[in-house]
């Protein structure tokens, strides 16, 4: 069988079968009541046998919550959220203390993870080296490689753990990004944050492999709001990769991450999220409501952060990954593919905050839409008077497959620097017919040609993406595609 | 809110004086225009639109306002002799925002059919005209400055060109601002072009005297099926005048609209266009220059409707800041569900001159049809080093060089005034206004 027809084949397979991570899995799960209250941030606190600091910090979150009010900036229609209506802690670990080893961890969580396709079991570290953090619902259920990774002095394991046994880190860089007054989500994550990753990379350390968390939401009634912090010291290096899926269910899920990216002196962090949340069916019925902040505060001279996200599933996105290009030198990049089908809606792009002198920032976003989505492009370049030689160039791009979707772009520049020199380009438009023509011409039928030419228009950020992702992303636009033809 | 609130009871108190100064068509909108007051206020930085221009400050001084149509005579022959090389127009003139008078000569020549004049007097004399038109595009329905406008608007110019009629030369409409006190103007202006009519219209904003000035402006455009219209909007005011102004365009099948704001002396200014496509097969251009310096504030906000297929926008907008001024520009193109093979095109450049000078641009599109093409870009830099070193390395001084590039700078968007003598003319004040020299042409004693 030659690659072509290999390729042919997948995008066939992938086509049956729609969803493929809508599964549940039965696994006993401890949730805690729905509704949220001062009590509720105390239970989750307690449930995770926190330290009295990280309580103060969820409460002082919890109250000024209280204060803000839903932002309806967005091009977006939110349905109104009865943030009582969910429940902020699920738990499928069940036992009173983390997993030690595989053996521990419920066999059905296991079964979970492998049909994701998911490495958790270490002896696929030979096929793929990466390290994983896998977190079911609001809690981490099992970390791989910890041993390699510290030999070389890498933390990476989950925010429960790193609270407990790093606290110095945590107290220092927690919310140094994203403090907990930046917006409603924010606020919202801050108070009942649940679980997440956390990383250190040392000075000077390249980090051997790439490290990954998978995100699943797994139990009914319940919201995920996990946490990421990732801090590269001087010199060091890593690539860390993000996914999730979550099953089908009629009902919205709330999924309100924070991401905090802190990179030091000539230090360079790679962040690729590859983003299939449950979608909603066809009719635009259920799905997950996707509403993060992530940022990452370049703080080093010189210091380097790429992220690249591929977004094709949740029924609604709202979420900017931002650079603030703190450091002399510094470098922030985006690369997006966001892809919106049925009654998808996106709101997505980046914001590139300049600082610091001879700051450059890049950004390339892909916008698709088919159905009767609506996909946005939202981003913000902003230059301080510091930031003499700043250096902006972002491109976004639409796709229309269809008469009955929108695609808008919203990109906004304020520069308070003459030295600065920033550019926006965007087009939008419809598949070429020509290509399409093309294509039909060479026996290649209509729906596999578009899928050929998305993945050929989305190129430019798929090259991004480390080699396992891009891929898994590919695969993914082409089911997502599906059915766009008629 | 507190000086809207000022304003509606200015306006309870002074009803009757307003309306007896006005026309009845005119009056007619007044309580529609309280209602929409009320609701909105004036427009503030709080909102997204309003974000670098919070217009509704402008509107806290205690203005003048001359609502009992006191005659405030201005010696036009004085004050204005300015005389466009090879641009032969007819002159209008409106002092602050009462039609002053037009020369007879022009009057007299315009083809059978037409009316340029007195808004007051046509709502007069011919009212089921200015009913149907006055008003009609106007949005009192969101904040903005078309509903404080059409509460205390009194008068205003009309031009009416009925089907099939072309007017050859270009119109003029000359406006003073002259006060003993310092003033605010409500002018309103409305264009109404027939099946297949053409027509130019030249706006020209002076300010005679150092007092201050506020002005709100609203224009309607109605422009006919097949019809043609070219308005060029040219200020050149002082330092102590604030300008802010909204265009409504509605384009019937076929019609050409161009559009030129030029912005080469203000003070405060905000300008606002909204154009609508009624018809198919139309096209819009749409450009602006913006030359400021010192503490000069120039905001133009841009919203084009894509309504119905088949039409083409294209749109240019650049800003050359220097020392404190600051710019800001927000445009929109909206392509609606079923429009289309729309082409739309937007582009703002921008070059800051100084480290206090400010740029803020935010090119919007929102698409709901996908047989489309349209794209926009936006930069703000500044002059091309490159291209600097190679006039120095030919013996260029580098103020004029400097120059030089600027001139081809903004050299682009004068380039797409359809109006030969006028591109001439604006060329020559664009250079005058970057060598540094007041903008006044020779024997004017406007602006100064």
Redesign the interface.
């Known amino acids: 069988m030659n690659t072509e027809t290999q390729d042919n084949s997948l995008i066939r397979e992938i086509s049956a079968e729609k969803y493929r991570y809508g599964f549940t899995t039965d696994v006993h799960t401890d949730i805690i009541d729905r509704g949220l209250t001062e009590d509720t941030v105390r239970l989750i606190s307690e449930r995770k046998g926190e330290p009295e600091w990280m309580l103060e910090f969820r409460l002082k979150a919890y109250r000024h919550w209280l204060t803000m009010e839903m932002p309806h900036?967005a091009?977006l229609d939110i349905p109104e959220i009865d943030y009582q209506n969910i429940s902020y802690y699920a738990d499928p670990t069940v036992k009173k203390e983390g997993p030690k080893s595989l053996e521990e961890i419920d066999p059905q969580v296991m079964k979970t993870f492998d049909k994701l396709g998911i490495p958790l079991e270490e002896r696929l570290a030979l096929s793929g080296g990466v390290a994983v953090d896998a977190v079911m619902d609001s809690v981490s259920v099992k970390t791989t490689f910890k041993q390699t990774l510290a030999e070389k002095g890498i933390i990476f394991c989950s925010m429960g753990e790193a609270v407990k046994n790093h606290p110095d880190l945590i107290k220092q860089y927690l919310g140094s990004v994203v403090n907990y007054r930046d917006n409603f989500f924010a606020a919202l994550n801050s108070a009942v944050f649940s679980d997440g990753s956390f990383v250190y990379i040392p000075k000077g350390v390249r980090c051997p492999m790439e490290l990954s968390t998978y995100f699943r939401i797994n139990a009914a009634g319940t919201g995920q709001f996990e946490r990421t912090l990732i801090v590269a010291d001087d010199d060091s290096y890593v690539s860390y990769l993000e996914g999730c899926t979550a099953p089908m269910r009629d009902e919205n899920q709330l999924h309100a991450a924070i991401v905090e990216i802190v990179v030091l002196d000539r230090a360079e962090v790679k962040y690729s999220t590859v983003q299939n949340w449950y979608p909603g069916d066809e009719n635009g019925k259920g799905g997950v409501y996707n509403f993060v902040t992530k940022r990452g505060l370049l703080k080093g001279v010189d210091s380097k952060l790429s992220w690249t996200q591929v977004e094709t599933g949740s029924a609604i996105t709202w979420k900017y990954p931002s650079c603030v290009l703190q450091g002399d030198g510094s470098q922030g990049e985006f690369y997006s593919v966001a892809l919106t089908n049925n009654w998808q809606q996106a709101d997505t792009g980046t914001k590139m905050i300049h600082i610091g002198r001879n700051t450059k920032s890049t950004v390339i976003s892909k916008g698709i839409s088919a159905g009767h989505s609506q996909n946005s492009y939202r981003g913000l370049i902003k230059?301080g008077?510091h930031a003499d030689g700043a250096r902006n160039y972002s491109q976004c791009d639409?796709l229309?497959?269809?008469?009955?979707?929108?695609?808008?772009?919203?990109?906004?520049?304020?520069?308070?620097?003459?030295?600065?020199?920033?550019?926006?380009?965007?087009?939008?438009?419809?598949i070429s017919e020509d290509q399409l023509f093309y294509c039909n011409q060479r026996g290649i039928p209509m729906e596999q040609a578009i899928g050929l030419i998305v993945n050929g228009y989305a190129k430019e950020v798929l090259n991004k993406l480390p080699m396992e992702f891009a891929v898994e992303a590919q695969r993914l636009l082409s089911v997502s595609l599906e059915n766009t033809v008629g | 809110m507190k000086s809207a609130q000022n304003y509606i009871d200015l306006f309870k108190e002074n009803r009757a004086l307003l309306n007896h100064g006005s026309a009845g068509v005119m009056n007619s909108l007044r309580d529609a225009a309280l209602k929409s007051l009320e609701q909105y206020g004036l427009p503030h930085s709080g909102l997204?639109e309003y974000l670098h221009t919070d217009v509704s400050k402008w509107f806290e001084p205690d203005w003048g306002m001359n609502l009992a149509r006191l005659d405030m005579p201005v010696d036009f022959a004085q004050a204005f002799k300015c005389s466009v090389p090879n641009l032969s127009t007819q002159l209008y003139f409106l002092a602050n925002d009462t039609f002053a008078s037009s020369d007879t000569a022009a009057k007299n020549s315009l083809p059978e059919g037409v009316f340029a004049g007195s808004l007051k007097e046509a709502a007069a004399q011919h009212s089921e005209l200015v009913e149907k038109f006055y008003g009609r595009l106007a949005d009192m329905d969101r904040p903005g400055i078309a509903a404080i406008n059409t509460l205390f608007a009194q008068d205003g110019f009309l031009l009416y060109v009925p089907d099939e009629v072309v007017l050859e030369k270009p119109l003029q409409l000359i406006t003073l601002l002259s006060s003993k006190v310092d003033l605010m103007v409500n002018r309103r202006i409305l264009v109404v072009l027939g099946r297949s009519a053409q027509a130019k219209l030249l706006l020209c904003d002076h300010a005679l005297a150092a007092n201050q000035y506020l002005t709100t402006q609203v224009t309607e455009v109605f422009a006919g099926e097949n019809s043609s219209f070219e308005l060029y909007d040219l200020e050149e005011t002082h330092y102590a005048n604030r300008r802010t102004s909204e265009l409504y365009v509605s384009q019937e099948a076929d019609s050409n609209v161009e559009i030129d704001y030029v912005t080469l002396h203000n003070g405060q200014t905000r300008n606002t266009v909204f154009s609508t496509f009624a018809g198919r097969g139309s096209n819009l251009s749409l450009n602006g220059i913006a030359t400021i310096d010192k503490e000069q504030h120039v905001d133009n906000m841009t919203f084009v409707d894509h309504r119905v297929s088949d039409c083409t926008s294209n749109e240019l907008f650049k800003y050359v800041l220097d020392d404190s001024a600051s710019g800001a520009f927000a445009g929109k193109v909206l392509v609606r569900?079923?429009a289309?093979h729309t082409e739309s095109q937007q582009t703002n450049r921008?070059i800051?001159?100084?480290?206090q000078?400010?740029?803020?641009?935010?090119?919007?599109?929102?698409?709901?049809?996908?047989?489309?093409?349209?794209?926009?870009?936006?930069?703000?830099?500044?002059l091309d080093d490159k291209a600097m070193f190679y006039m120095r390395q030919r013996g260029i001084p580098e103020a004029e060089a400097r120059m030089m590039l600027m001139q081809a700078f903004v050299g682009e968007v004068i380039g797409r005034v359809s109006l030969e003598p006028l591109r001439d003319r604006l060329n020559r004040l664009v250079e005058k206004r970057f060598r540094g020299e007041l903008t006044q042409c020779e024997g004017c004693r406007a602006c100064r």
């Open positions: 900036w091009h230059v008077e639409s229309l497959l269809g008469s009955d979707c929108g695609a808008h772009t919203f990109p906004y520049m304020d520069v308070k620097n003459e030295t600065a020199i920033v550019e926006h380009e965007a087009t939008t438009s419809k | 997204e569900h079923g289309q921008n800051c001159l100084t480290r000078a400010r740029m803020f641009t935010q090119p919007q599109l929102e698409i709901y049809a996908d047989d489309v093409k349209c794209s926009h870009g936006a930069t703000v830099g500044q």
